[in-house]
């Protein structure tokens, strides 16, 4: 690319492209990125960037790592792309193989999609079929409150009531909503369950951890408290653990800090390491079981163009072999305690409040004279600030995370902590900067 392009590329980019969650007319221009290798990503000046948030919660491995690289080329000059209805190819059979031995064992078949949302949708098509081809009338949902797992109708309807779902609201389906588990409220979760039990069809959930909400957590032990109920008033459920699977909670999925076992389980972003979309949808032979018949009408009717893409495949079989190696497993269980000795720095400063942490996700708020949202204005300006030092991280209005790479190095993320503590000290004297309030609610 010459430099005449490199200079031109913003503005060409805001000519044609629509970003995602993007104000357009009061964003600046997007910036450029014209490489990526390991943990950093390079803009068309030569600039560096060291990915703090894992390019949306992707990329485990780093960028355009060489190995994935290497087979998915190999792949692509062998098939790239094949019907999935009707025909099979070895890497949708041997990622299916290898995904299953990982997972609860009553995960049992896997189906394919394209992102997260189809992954989700999947599961809740599933699940009302499964009542249907039953012989039962089952159609209440039940999720909890401040989900979000996706963007497409279904995934919006059992994602929580916000300002990004409003202008669709009388199009959504009806969801029971309920708070997350903890000791104090457990005991009256059940009763509200028991009394809809009888018409509801499932119950999806992100396991531990809610990212888009904020990160917000919650323990494995009152999760599994409640799964046991659902599983005891026959309640299907979904498990999306399409954020936290592959590595991010400190264990490969957040099932293996459960000793429930959910109904079907939803994968996408970390699957192929970032390298490229795809959706995973697993479910329990009981589940599949209802779906076959000699009725062709019991038939599950939902299917996506590029359905277990040959290259897709490869790239997660190759990202989960780089997963499953002692050197990643130790890069995850170091990140891990890194942030836990963060946290504890952290809890010393006068503008943080509600530091959290769930394996090699790390989260806190700063304190501002707004309430915490993911629209306090304090957002942009911290992000801006990152960016300045080189640093991207996507703060959730004033809720700071770090999601990174696992191929990240301790001195790399000493770098990013010691920035952080820098942008706290720097901005809390700062009069157009509001911190020192109280603590919001």
């Known amino acids: 690319m010459n430099t005449l392009t490199q200079s031109l590329l913003a503005e060409r980019d805001k000519a044609v492209n629509w970003h995602p969650y993007t104000q357009m007319k009061t964003a600046g221009d997007a910036i450029p990125i014209v490489k990526g290798k390991g943990v950093y990503l390079y803009d068309d000046e030569g600039k560096k960037y060291i990915d703090a948030v894992s390019s949306w919660w992707v990329t485990l491995h780093g960028h355009a790592h060489p190995y994935i690289a290497e087979r998915v080329f190999e792949q692509l000059n062998t098939l790239e792309q094949v019907i999935f209805a009707g025909f099979t190819h070895e890497p949708a059979v041997q990622l299916s193989e290898n995904l299953l031995k990982l997972l609860p064992e009553n995960q049992k078949k896997v189906f394919y999609s394209d992102n997260g949302s189809t992954a989700v949708e999947a599961a809740l098509k599933m699940c009302i079929q499964y009542a249907y081809n039953i012989g039962k009338e089952k159609t209440k949902i039940l ?210 409040k509600n530091i959290r942490q769930t394996g090699t996700i790390m989260a806190f708020e700063y304190k501002t004279d707004q309430k915490t949202s993911y629209f306090n204005e304090i957002g942009k300006i911290l992000y801006d600030e990152f960016l300045q030092r080189g640093i991207i991280m996507r703060p959730l209005g004033n809720v700071m995370y770090l999601v990174p790479p696992y191929c990240m190095t301790t001195e790399e993320l000493d770098f990013i902590y010691q920035n952080i503590l820098e942008v706290l000290d720097a901005f809390k004297n700062q009069d157009h900067f509001p911190t020192h309030a109280a603590d919001q609610e």
């Open 143 to 352: 999720a909890f409150r401040n989900a979000y797992h996706g963007d497409t109708f279904g995934a919006m309807s059992v994602s929580g009531r916000s300002v990004w779902t409003k202008p669709f609201g009388s199009m959504l389906f009806e969801v029971i909503f309920i708070d997350t588990p903890n000791a104090e409220n457990l005991e009256s979760l059940k009763v509200q369950i028991k009394s809809i039990a009888e018409d509801t069809a499932c119950f999806i959930y992100e396991p531990l951890v809610q990212g888009a909400a904020g990160m917000l957590m919650y323990e494995a032990e009152h999760l599994d408290e409640l799964m046991k109920f659902c599983r005891s008033e026959e309640i299907l459920m979904i498990q999306d653990e399409v954020f936290t699977g592959f590595g991010r909670t400190g264990k490969l999925f957040a099932a293996n800090h459960l000793t429930e076992m959910p109904d079907i389980m939803c994968f996408s972003k970390g699957l192929t390491g970032g390298t490229m979309p795809m959706g995973i949808t697993t479910c329990s032979q009981e589940i599949f079981n209802a779906f076959l018949s000699d009725d062709k009408y019991k038939t599950l009717f939902h299917g996506h163009s590029f359905t277990a893409n040959p290259l897709a495949c490869t790239a997660a079989l190759a990202s989960m072999e780089l997963l499953l190696q002692e050197e990643t497993l130790a890069a995850i269980d170091r990140i891990s305690r890194q942030h836990s000795d963060f946290t504890e720095i952290l809890a010393q400063h006068p503008n943080v």
